[in-house]
């Protein structure tokens, strides 16, 4: 079945989610309702009572929809391959208002992973804001955090936030610049 934005949907039971762009955890409960405003990357922006939220794509079901599935890791892979899928998974975080994902907006700065003792990896990341005012800060290092630790093997996931240097469009991909017009 072909889903659109602003599908309404009800809360079929209690679901942990986060105010957008305040960054605060609530707990949703079963039978409100509302509509889906954006559904990329596996996470969800919907609007209910006048406030919009962010869910998970792990809590999917509590909104109809299918519960996304964490990434998989062949057991040889290597750091560079672990990095490769660090990538991937910035992919799927997206600014609740802005459809692009934060890879193809150009605010990841770097991504480094390290072996650890014990065979489990940390990443490190830098990334940036569109804007340093941008209320969205705390959600997207959150959303990048929590995409990145579902990866097998990565034990810490360090976010660092930056503005420098400062954001710029140039910095978008091409493909960014034509979907948002500033080309």
């Known amino acids: 079945m072909l889903r659109q934005e602003n599908e309404p949907f009800v809360v079929s039971r209690d679901v942990q989610a986060v105010i957008v762009p305040a960054g605060q955890q609530v707990n949703l409960k079963a039978g409100q309702a509302g509509y889906i405003t954006q559904a990329l990357g596996g996470s969800f922006t919907v609007y209910i009572d006048g406030n919009l939220f962010r869910i998970s794509g792990e809590d ?12 998989e890791l062949a057991p040889d892979a290597s750091e560079e391959d672990v990095r490769k899928l660090a990538w991937d998974q910035m992919r799927t975080c997206y600014d609740p208002e802005i459809p692009i994902n934060i890879v193809d907006l150009g605010l990841v700065y770097e991504c480094d992973v390290k072996a650890n003792e014990d065979a489990t990896r940390t990443v490190e990341v830098k990334i940036t804001l569109t804007a340093p005012g941008c209320g969205m800060g705390d959600i997207l290092v959150d959303d990048v955090r929590d995409k990145i630790a579902r ?8 976010v660092e936030l930056t503005f420098d240097p ?7 991909t091409e493909a960014a610049r034509l979907q948002t017009g500033m080309f």
Request: no cysteine; aromatic share 4%.
């Open 60 to 71: 999917a079901d509590a909104i109809g929809r299918e519960v996304v599935k964490p990434p």
């Open 151 to 158: 990866i097998p093997t990565v034990r810490e996931v360090k």
């Open 166 to 172: 400062p954001w710029n469009q140039s910095m978008m």
